[in-house]
């Protein structure tokens, strides 16, 4: 069972000459493919979209957003203050009688329209994701824009059949006007989660890109704008964490639905108590992510990958933990380390890329003390040796084996790509483990035994729970979290209840 | 998987071969395909097509096995394989000959003193449904006529059936004749109807003996899939990996366009790497692929297709 790297070549000595390309190539290098970043058709300034309009903020304050793979600035993004959020919240109750009263199926025709045009300006939409939050262009192109005009086609189709999502009887109303603050890491799939919902119930809305992250929801205002949604209906502030409090704190606004950090999370639902707003949270996760001894192992290393350095592991649901049975160990993480060797990290706009930016110097920061503080725990540090472009904000793909739970690269969540590894024993082990968190956003299990599977799905705390898959998102089923990983569901008909009397 | 461990038998001799092979030989068909798919997407464009296509028609063993096969087409084949395109210096020989191996001393003697060499199917081809004795004198004829390869097809009703012994001892059996000859193993994976059994199958096939491990026959409906190869590439790793013996790939059937061809380079340089990019570890079983492999380098060389008869097809 000794690992051999070269092996002999069984054959004797040939009796033929040797053929002209019998000698191996030291590489095969793909082509370089590069999406022209001129289809994001930026402008230089960008203004807050309140009710229908462009504004300029009150106080005249701009600030840069910038391109995180070369750190270039990409344009500049109003900074709405206090009395800038106050017009928004303003316009949105000003348009809420005319867009709850309308007959629900021309809403639900505009909302059909919404997700036209993302579709036909999927490529536009996908290179100024890219450009702005530094995602490889193959998962804004494949993952980002499709799931989001999916999003407003799903809810389109609910919006004339509210009455069948509550209880018999119940005449479905919206809850009034809502703020919405959403996060860096998908964002326009995040405003699309969020307004799609809202806007097929009736409500109007403020919402609040992250401020590393503005551009594509106000490229999604000018859509929506095209698509005949009314003034006021949605309205889109831009800036940073006081703005977002401004928004929470506002004394007008009904509902807030906030995605982001758990530490916001908890400090939004302080600052509630007792207000009466409804409050629906999408929180941070430290997702248990269970190999067992029956698993696929080379689907199951798909899995992984894919569950810890999708959007560079920027993602809530990352399968950050992995749980592997002690008996496949040393297997997954060879085939897992030989797998790693293939990531191609590097310009987000190749189509060719993998794993792309870090979307803030800050975060990068963050990941990075992650690393120092998996070190000096204890574990090993293990990944391939990339080349990571000179400039922009980049973090090769990591592993950490000899972890153990007690650690915090365990217990913490670091939102980058790095993945802690620790084993289990036997199934019970797995899901006392695996529970054993803060944190209850998702899971995954690999098995070839389908009882076990459902065994596990019963007994694990997580709001979604993926076998044999991860990281697969669809509109039509709910998403959301146990314990500090928020509540409320997104997705699916149970989306439709935070936003429904 | 070497022999089956029975519970019967008062000794079992103990060894290395009676264990599983692995933990886990189960495949995701799902993941498996969606992965195999997601690998057909690799920007392949200019030098690395180039490249790309000089390896792949380095990797081609050149096949006819038809009732109809004469020896002067064994002829025309073999100066093709040699000399895929008169006009195109870049262009290498193909990897191998591939006929029945009554016409192996034709081919022997066309390609003597030439880096290509004489590939013969032996064993029943393509059924196999013929005794062990029939099996090894086949083999040992094209084996004494100057075959430096054979393919052999695996007792795939055994296969079928469960009978993991038959199949191990019949393929050791073959190798014992094979001599110095190269042994491939068709495990017909379009018959076996699951990726696990052709896991399964790939890897009895290597433990008892396989030099290669081949997709199919090219003779029934579903030939070799990108998926079908990874699977196998994976099994070729995985071996070399707990075994330490390095095995090489074949895929056979339906492999007509170079796009096609390319993604399977792609799956080769993504699982085993670039260093089975040659045609040690990795071959193609084809006969219209290489026209279109050479119009493809014609294109890429020169920048258009000339017309319809700009390359010498046989």
Redesign the interface.
Known sequence: MTRVQESSDPRVEPKRPVHPLAAPPESWDYATSIEDASLANLRDRYDLWIDGEWVKPAKKLWFESINPSTEQTLSEVAHAGPTDVDKAVRAARRALPGWRDMPASHRARILFAVSRLLQERSRELAVLETLDNGKPIRESRDVDVVLAAQHFFYYAGWTDKLDHVLPAGRKAEPIGVCGQVIPWNFPLLMAAWKLAPALAGGNTCVLKPAETTSLTALRLAEILEEAGVPPGVVNIVTGAGETGAALVNHPDVDKIAFTGSTDVGKLIQKSLAGTGKRLTLELGGKAAHLIFDDAPLDQAVEGIIQGIYFNQGQVCCAGSRLLVQESVERQLIDLLLARMQNIRVGNPLDKNTDLGAINSEEQLAKIESYLEIGEHEGATRRGPQCELPASGYWCAPTLFTGVTPTMRIATEEIFGPVLSVLTFRTPDEAIEKANNSLYGLSAGIWSDKGSKVFRMIEKLRAGVVWANTYNKFDASSPFGGYKESGFGREGGWHGLFPYLK | MASQPSYHSEVVAPS?NDLPP???L???E???T??AAELGR????????L??I??AL?MVDLTTLEGADTPDRVRRLCRRALQPAADEAGL??V?AVCIYPRLVPVAYKELL?????VCAVASGFPAGQVPLSVKIEDTRAAVENGA?EVDIVVARGSLLSGDWQRVFDEIAALKEHCG?A?LKVILETGELGTFDKVAHAAWVACSAGA?FIKTSTGKVAVNSTPPTALCML?VAR?Y???????IGVKIAGGIRTSKEALHY?VLV??TLG???????WFRIGASSLVNDLVRQYKKAMHGTYQCADDVVTD
């Open positions: 290395m692995l933990p886990s189960s495949v995701d799902v993941g498996l969606a992965r690799r920007s392949i464009k200019k030098a690395t097509k490249e790309g000089r390896r380095s290498p020989p990897a003193g030439s880096p290509v060499q430096d110095r190269h030099d994976n995985d070399e990996r707990e075994r330490g013996r390095r380079l340089n993504e670039p260093r089975s990019l040659t045609n040690k």
